[in-house]
């Protein structure tokens, strides 16, 4: 003891006086973990021993390590700062130098009472896992950390000891036992796992993870991937790397790829295409081409959308056109057999027969889309033309599949294709008993509606019709319109709809007008009768049917009864359905009795003008005043046509009035249309152009009588409804009637009008009150010295003056062609004429005028006579 503390105190009497102060302090206080690490902290400032080299500095400060972690085992600090430096310096050095033997037995000494520090077991496996060659110490030294540490702690262990087993120079046995031990502590990390395999090429094992992560409900893809996704990754390598049947890894061997990439066609039908054919390269690549050609049939047998046949189809064709390129380029042998199943020339026709099937094999796909679409059916049958036998197979298949509630199309269709194809091919008697099933109780029943059954039952019917079976058609036409036994008519209409289609049937239009048909064709005017007079009490005839029945009964002379038919059709119709039916009915009812039955036809002539409505009554308006033209009282045809242009649209009353006014010349002469004419100027509703086309008439006809001023007079009341620039026609016959009738003043007003009416259309043109002309105006226009504002002047003074004889209607239409905006257009000198066509305005103006200016216009009208006569001579 004592010599140790002298040879102790004669090396520290050797120490500079730093390192002497650092000696004495953990001499005194060896225990102090802060004291040696500022021991440490002192020499490695470096303030002495600077001639020393670094290996004598680093064997020095190992001194002070171990002499400190003697005294302080314990001390995280001091071990931590020790590994880290000795770990530092052996950096770069080979792994079997001396130095990291002594640091990983330095290590091993540390872990001794640091084996719960996570960070010093980290420091000791990276410091193994840098020396490449120590492997398996390096997953000891992790294994030996999992075991020391906690659960909770193992996370920071498996990072490292990941890293390190994704490295290359690590066998991929041990990498794999070790990545699987691994997600069983962390299972989310199954991608990585599946990831690092396939670079590392291990297909079998990639397949069964992903298989295993498909399967697991519970796994969340960190990468976000859906189930979908991942069964197309499993998809893509079981097919490209088909495990083998000699595989080393049991993994490979237990692989059911077949079971897989089904499990996937049920699961994920918006792939089934895809699938299917990544099954059949499965089976391609591992050399089974049955089994490839097994799975494309069943492929395209099964799938029920257009696009995963195209791409199952397209590849079918592609890998059958590769085996005849194959055997080709390789030849055959001159030894093989040529009956040999794998021979270019089968080969060929396989392929040939692949393609013939196309159109079928669609026609399957577009039928399980939807079994009940009667066009597709109808098509799949066209498809098998020159094939009897599978047309007939076809059809029967259709009637048992296609549900009528679910039709796409007319079920009724297929019986009836089905019943002709048969009939075509000279079996009748199939095709009636297709027929007969057709409208069997079992079968119409199934029917969504009766039209599809009528049709049926017609079909039947028509085709005994055309083979002249004629008694067979009726008979078939007569069950057809017979109630089901035991049927009873519902009460209310949703009862009558809920009513299967067997049980509306026998209401069909459609057969009870082929019945009829047959009936007057085939039966007695007896039987006939008896089918129409049903066809109305079950009330299924339309007013066509009606008129048809009405002429069977005139050719056969039954006028009593064709009334009652007719009276039947009126009190069932409403218009506009029962027109004809009144317009046949009346014209028979007075062919048939004249003026013998007049107040009867007067009562239907009310009934139907009653019933109908405005823009139906004209016809029969005109034919009742016809009625009494012929038959009654010209009074009477006067008041009928007197309502009718009350109560005709306004659109058509000016035929009524040209009716009208012809009939009243013809019966009661020129007082009478005057009154007619009168009527219809005062009638407020008449448009524009009626009224200016009957003025135009009525002045028209005034002129014929003579009536010069009256007719100016209507001419001018019809100007205000013509525009200049619009209706020439009226205006030109003005032009003609002054050039012929008139004198310069008329001339000079009609001019006058002209311009006042062109103005008051015009865009520029506004509202004034329209006064008539007085006398004060014309002397005051007579002082302002103009020639021609005196002419106008007088003119207007003359044709109040003569327009004060006029009753008032007239008037008012003669002082109202003299506005001021008339004398502005004068002023302005716009004394251009304007070639306008002449238009028509309303009659019956001016029946009362009084005679003596009836006088006054004749007068006038004869002087201006004589005074163009003295101008020819």
């Known amino acids: 003891m004592a010599r140790a503390h002298e040879s102790e105190s004669a090396t520290t009497s050797a120490l500079s006086p730093t390192r002497y102060a650092h000696e004495e302090r953990v001499l005194r206080t060896p225990h102090d973990v802060e004291a040696w690490c500022d021991y440490l902290d002192a020499i490695d400032a470096g303030d002495e021993n600077d001639d020393d080299d670094d290996a004598s500095r680093a064997i020095d400060r190992y001194m002070i390590y171990e002499r400190a972690i003697k005294h302080n085992a314990h001390s995280y600090k001091l071990w931590y700062r020790y590994l880290t430096e000795r770990?530092?310096?052996?950096?770069?050095?080979?792994?079997?130098?001396?130095?990291?033997?002594?640091?990983?037995?330095?290590?091993?000494?540390?872990?001794?009472?640091?084996?719960?520090?996570?960070?010093?077991?980290?420091?000791?496996?990276?410091?193994?896992?840098?020396?490449?060659?120590?492997?398996?110490?390096?997953?000891?030294?992790?294994?030996?950390?999992?075991?020391?540490?906690?659960?909770?702690?193992?996370?920071?262990?498996?990072?490292?000891?990941?890293?390190?087993?994704?490295?290359?120079?690590?066998?991929?046995?041990?990498?794999?036992?070790?990545?699987?031990?691994?997600?069983?502590?962390?299972?989310?990390?199954?991608?990585?796992?599946?990831?690092?395999?396939?670079?590392?090429?291990?297909?079998?094992?990639?397949?069964?993870?992903?298989?295993?992560?498909?399967?697991?409900?519970?796994?969340?893809?960190?990468?976000?991937?859906?189930?979908?996704?991942?069964?197309?990754e499993l998809c893509d390598v079981v097919t490209k790397h088909p495990p083998s049947s000699d595989a080393a890894d049991e993994t490979d061997r237990a692989l059911d790829v077949d079971a897989i990439l089904r499990g996937g066609i049920r699961t994920f039908t918006n792939e089934v295409g895809r699938l299917w054919t990544a099954l059949a390269d499965y089976y391609i690549r591992r050399g089974l081409f049955e089994a490839a050609r097994d799975v494309y049939e069943e492929g395209?047998?099964?799938?029920?959308?257009?696009?995963?046949?195209?791409?199952?189809?397209?590849?079918?064709?592609?890998?059958?056109?590769?085996?005849?390129?194959?055997?080709?380029?390789?030849?055959?042998?001159?030894?093989?057999?040529?009956?040999?199943?794998?021979?270019?020339?089968?080969?060929?026709?396989?392929?040939?027969?692949?393609?013939?099937?196309?159109?079928?094999?669609l026609s399957s796909v577009m039928l399980r889309q939807n079994p009940h679409n009667v066009h597709e059916w109808e098509k799949r049958v066209a498809l098998?033309?020159?094939?009897?036998?599978?047309?007939?197979?076809?059809?029967?298949?259709?009637?048992?599949?296609?549900?009528?509630?679910?039709?796409?199309?007319?079920?009724?269709?297929?019986?009836?294709?089905?019943?002709?194809?048969?009939?075509?091919?000279?079996?009748?008697?199939?095709?009636?008993?297709?027929?007969?099933?057709?409208?069997?109780?079992?079968?119409?029943?199934?029917?969504?509606?009766?039209?599809?059954?009528?049709?049926?039952?017609?079909?039947?019917?028509?085709?005994?019709?055309?083979?002249?079976?004629?008694?067979?058609?009726?008979?078939?036409?007569?069950?057809?319109?017979?109630?089901?036994?035991?049927?009873?008519?519902?009460r209310t209409a949703a009862e009558y709809d809920a009513l299967p289609a067997r049980d509306k049937v026998f209401k069909s239009l459609k057969m009870w007008t082929l019945r009829v048909d047959l009936e007057e064709s085939l039966g007695d005017l007896k039987s006939t009768k008896a089918?129409?007079?049903?066809?109305?009490?079950?009330?299924?005839?339309?007013?066509?049917?009606?008129?048809?029945?009405?002429?069977?009964?005139?050719?056969?002379?039954?006028?009593?009864?064709?009334?009652?038919v007719f009276e039947r059709g009126v009190n069932s119709f409403k218009f506009p359905y029962s027109r004809e039916l009144w317009a046949a009915y009346l014209t028979l009812f007075v062919a048939r009795f004249k003026g013998s039955k007049l107040e009867r036809a007067r009562d239907l002539f009310e009934q139907v003008i009653e019933e109908a409505p405005a823009k139906e009554s004209k016809q029969f308006f005109l034919a009742y005043a016809k009625l009494e033209e012929d038959y009654g009282l010209a009074k009477r045809a006067m008041d009928v046509y007197e309502r009718a242009v009350k109560r005709v649209p306004?659109?058509?009353?000016?035929?009524?009035?040209?009716?009208?006014?012809?009939?009243?010349?013809?019966?009661?002469?020129?007082?009478?249309?005057?009154?007619?004419?009168?009527?219809?100027?005062?009638?407020g509703e008449l448009s524009n152009d009626v009224s200016k086309t009957l003025t135009t008439r009525f002045a028209e006809f005034e002129r014929k009588l003579g009536e010069i001023d009256r007719a100016r007079a209507l001419y001018a009341h019809a100007s205000q409804f013509s525009d200049p620039t619009k209706d020439a026609d009226f205006w030109s016959t003005w032009h003609e009637f002054e050039v012929r009738h008139g004198n310069e003043e008329t001339f000079r007003e009609m001019l006058r009008i002209k311009r006042a009416v062109a103005a008051s259309f015009s865009d520029t043109h506004f509202n004034v009150s329209v006064v008539a002309p007085d006398v004060d105006a014309a002397k005051k226009t007579t002082d302002s010295g103009d020639a021609m504002a005196r002419l106008d002047a007088a003119h207007e003074a003359h044709a109040a003056e003569n327009a004060a004889s006029m009753p008032g209607f007239v008037r008012s239409h003669v002082e109202g062609a003299s506005p001021p905006a008339a004398a502005v257009a004068v002023d302005a000198?716009?004394?251009?004429?304007?070639?306008?066509?002449?238009?028509?305005?309303?009659?019956?103006?001016?029946?009362?005028?009084?005679?003596d200016a009836a006088a006054a216009g004749l007068g006038a009208m004869a002087r201006f006579k004589s005074a163009r006569a003295n101008d020819d001579e």
């Open 531 to 564: 089918v129409y007079d049903e066809m109305i009490s079950i009330k299924v005839a339309t007013p066509q049917i009606l008129l048809n029945y009405t002429h069977l009964l005139q050719e056969h002379n039954f006028f009593e009864d064709a009334f009652q």
């Open 650 to 683: 306004v659109d058509e009353r000016l035929g009524v009035y040209d009716v009208y006014v012809a009939k009243a010349m013809e019966f009661f002469g020129v007082a009478k249309v005057r009154d007619v004419f009168t009527r219809a100027a005062d009638d």
């Open 87 to 232: 770990a530092r310096r052996d950096r770069g050095a080979r792994f079997d130098d001396a130095a990291r033997a002594k640091t990983r037995a330095c290590f091993e000494r540390a872990l001794t009472t640091m084996h719960k520090m996570p960070k010093i077991w980290i420091m000791a496996i990276e410091y193994v896992r840098d020396a490449c060659a120590l492997i398996t110490e390096t997953r000891r030294m992790c294994d030996r950390a999992l075991r020391a540490l906690p659960v909770t702690q193992h996370e920071r262990v498996w990072a490292p000891y990941v890293e390190f087993i994704r490295r290359d120079f690590v066998p991929i046995s041990t990498a794999r036992r070790v990545y699987r031990r691994y997600l069983k502590f962390e299972p989310g990390h199954a991608e990585e796992y599946v990831e690092f395999l396939r670079k590392k090429q291990c297909h079998g094992e990639v397949a069964s993870k992903l298989a295993e992560l498909v399967n697991d409900d519970s796994f969340q893809s960190l990468a976000g991937k859906s189930k979908h996704a991942l069964w197309l």
């Open 829 to 851: 000198g716009d004394d251009a004429e304007i070639d306008l066509d002449a238009l028509e305005a309303p009659a019956g103006v001016f029946s009362g005028v009084k005679r």
């Open 384 to 490: 098998f033309e020159g094939q009897p036998t599978k047309q007939i197979l076809t059809y029967t298949e259709a009637v048992k599949t296609v549900k009528p509630e679910l039709a796409n199309g007319r079920v009724a269709s297929l019986w009836v294709g089905f019943a002709k194809f048969y009939e075509d091919h000279g079996d009748l008697e199939s095709a009636q008993t297709v027929f007969e099933k057709a409208v069997g109780a079992e079968r119409a029943a199934t029917f969504k509606t009766a039209d599809d059954l009528a049709t049926c039952w017609c079909e039947y019917a028509e085709m005994h019709l055309r083979h002249k079976n004629y008694d067979e058609a009726l008979a078939v036409m007569r069950r057809a319109t017979t109630p089901r036994e035991g049927f009873r008519e519902p």
């Open 300 to 361: 395209v047998e099964s799938v029920s959308t257009v696009r995963d046949f195209s791409l199952i189809f397209d590849a079918y064709a592609q890998f059958e056109e590769s085996v005849i390129s194959a055997k080709m380029e390789a030849g055959e042998d001159e030894d093989e057999d040529e009956d040999a199943d794998d021979s270019v020339e089968l080969l060929l026709a396989r392929l040939e027969h692949l393609m013939e099937r196309r159109p079928e094999l």
